[in-house]
């Protein structure tokens, strides 16, 4: 439709569509690439939220790329100290170490739930695969969704957040769970490595347990400070400024 009324198009890559499709079907990620760059390409900029992904994105030919990152919202995201801690979690055996997010295959939470960790794991989020996984560790609590204050006053109860996810492109639940002030344990890929590496705020390895048990001993005042330098005033500034850079690309001479 832009296209058609000869309107500037800018276009946003924050899902990794290819290999979530591979994970549930046999198609070749090869093959949904090659739709992705064909309709991203048409455009006039193609926004992404980290380098990691900018360079993937480069290295599969798509042009016209742009930085837009992330914010979080400090007022609600944030440490909880002298509160209570929600009800579900008020007798359960230290350290918590908690997965936040939808509940599906390819967020590769049985890598979580394998892990021989002291204390209570805890999975906070809804999805197609909740049903399958609470009858495979039924040891594990599983709390369904959660959101707002009850999702906040969630993270802030945790020690430790476990990521597991391999091919998330940025991971919002690092962000918020760094304002609540709790480190982050999670491989060293793609979005948590754009965000934790060399913070302080949390540990990649590519052996998740030692991370998460490393983790332990990060600095819950440094999660914070690095979550407080994401903000959406900053990401609304980038993405009006990739706006008005697709448009003057529109503009050139011989564009599409």
């Not at 400090?74 to 170490?97: D, M, S, V």
């Not at 709790?182 to 705020?201: F, K, N, R, S, W």
Request: with cysteine.
């Amino acid at each position: 439709v832009a296209r058609g009324l000869g309107r500037a198009l800018a276009t946003s890559d924050h899902t990794r569509f290819p290999e979530y499709l591979s994970a549930r079907m046999p198609v070749p990620v090869s093959w949904s690439y090659a739709w992705l760059r064909r309709f991203h390409n048409s455009g006039n900029g193609c926004m992404v939220a980290t380098p990691t992904l900018e360079r993937e994105l480069r290295a599969r030919g798509f042009t016209n790329l742009m930085r837009w990152s992330r914010g979080v919202d400090h007022e609600l995201f944030c440490p909880r100290e002298g509160e209570p801690r929600p009800a579900e979690l008020e007798n359960r055996a230290g350290p918590i170490f908690m997965y936040v997010g939808r509940v599906a295959v390819e967020k590769n939470i049985a890598a979580f739930l394998d892990l021989d960790l002291p204390g209570t794991r805890v999975v906070v989020g809804d999805g197609p695969q909740l049903a399958e996984l609470r009858a495979r560790y039924p040891q594990v609590l599983f709390t369904g969704s959660k959101t707002g204050d009850e999702l906040a006053r969630h993270y802030a109860a945790a020690d430790v957040v476990v990521f597991p996810s391999l091919t998330d492109t940025f991971g919002n639940v690092v962000l918020e769970a760094l304002a609540c002030g709790v480190p982050v344990a999670a491989y060293p890929v793609m979005g948590p490595q754009d965000i934790l590496e060399g913070t302080g705020a949390g540990i990649l390895a590519s052996d998740l347990g030692q991370a998460a048990l490393a983790a332990l001993g990060v600095s819950r005042t440094r999660c914070r400070e690095v979550a407080l330098t994401y903000r959406w005033a900053q990401s609304t500034r980038q993405f009006i400024e990739n706006c008005n850079a697709a448009a003057a690309n529109a503009a050139m001479p011989g564009a599409a």
